[in-house]
Structure formats: C-alpha cells, structure tokens
C-alpha cells in the first residue's frame, strides 16, 4: 500500500492489544463520537518511547476533551508487555504489531542508520526524559526494527484519514497539546 494522505481511508486493520485478540479498527474508533489519533512508536524497552507513554499518559484529559481518543502502536510482543503493563493502568490502548505488519502497510519506513534516526527535537526529548521525569526508565528488550521511525495519523469515525505525519526522527512525535489540537 502507499502511504496514507488526508482524505484516504485507513485500513479496517486487525489487531492485539497485550490483553485482547482480533480487535479492529473500526470497532475501536466507534467508542468515541470524537476523531481518533494512532500514534506509532518504536517498542516499549525504548527509553524515548517509554518517555512518550509518560507525557500522553499524564496529560490524556487533554485528548480526552476532545472528544477523541489515541492509541499507540508498537513493535512490542502482546504477551512480553502485558507482563510489563498492568491492564488499566494506560489510558489508551497499545496496539502490538511486533512482525510490523502495520507498520509496513502503511509504508512507515524505517531510517537508514541512528544518525538519520536524531535531531536537536531528539536531543530535547531526551533532555526532558532526564531532566524532568520522576521515573528512572531504563532501556528493555530490543524489539522489531530499531531505526523504525515514528508516524501519525488522525482518523474520522469512517476512518477517513484528516491527518497523516511520517516523522522524520524518532524525536519527532506530536506533543499532547499538538494531538489533541488535531483530534478537534
């Protein structure tokens, strides 16, 4: 498939969270009456990755006051995370995909080395995960493809696509105020 523009539709994709089997797309989008944001990462064992969780976990009433809902797409086994995540205590969904099934649906290609993978964003982010954040992440298992590199995308209950972003650098996802200002 080719990439993904505004205006396409996303594919009605099934998919395991790490505590659920065979869920689509579209069954999920339907729990909202709001636009829905699937954002793809690298794997949970990533520091920056675990660091993004964090952020969208401590500021979710800003997604959820729109009305929308996001999911987060990883590389990550559904049994290696539910032993790492306590069911219930994200707000939002992982969808694992670790044979990158999705990912390659949509063509969210890879970078071609670490360096194409960072920029100054990068650098910040991880600067704030240092800086900022109470909780010690340490690095976890690698998993799928390591220079994956992130993407978003903002779909309508019929899965019309209103937003599509293939970031460049790992460091280069929307922020919860960006999403939520993109699921209005």
């Known amino acids: 498939m080719a990439r993904l523009n505004v205006g396409d539709k996303m594919p009605d994709i099934t998919f395991s969270t790490p505590y659920e089997q065979g869920r689509t797309l579209s069954e999920t ?35 959820a006051a729109t009305g929308g809902q996001m999911l987060v797409v990883l590389q990550s086994d559904p049994g290696k995370l539910a032993a790492q995540v306590e069911k219930g205590k994200l707000p939002f969904d992982i969808i694992c995909d670790p044979e990158q099934a999705i990912y390659k649906l949509l063509d969210i290609k890879p970078a071609g080395s670490k360096e194409e993978m960072r920029d100054g964003t990068t650098a910040d982010k991880i600067a704030a995960l240092k800086a900022k954040v109470p909780v010690e992440y340490t690095h976890g298992e690698y998993e799928g493809n390591e220079f994956q590199l992130p993407a978003t995308f903002v779909v309508e209950p019929d899965l019309t696509v209103t937003y599509a972003g293939y970031h460049k650098t790992i460091g280069d996802t929307p922020s919860p105020d960006e999403l939520a200002a993109l699921l209005k």
């Open 29 to 63: 989008v339907s729990r909202v009456k709001g636009k829905t944001a699937l954002v793809f990462l690298r794997y949970y064992g990533c520091t920056l990755c675990q660091y993004n969780i964090h952020v969208f976990m401590t500021e979710h009433e800003k997604i």
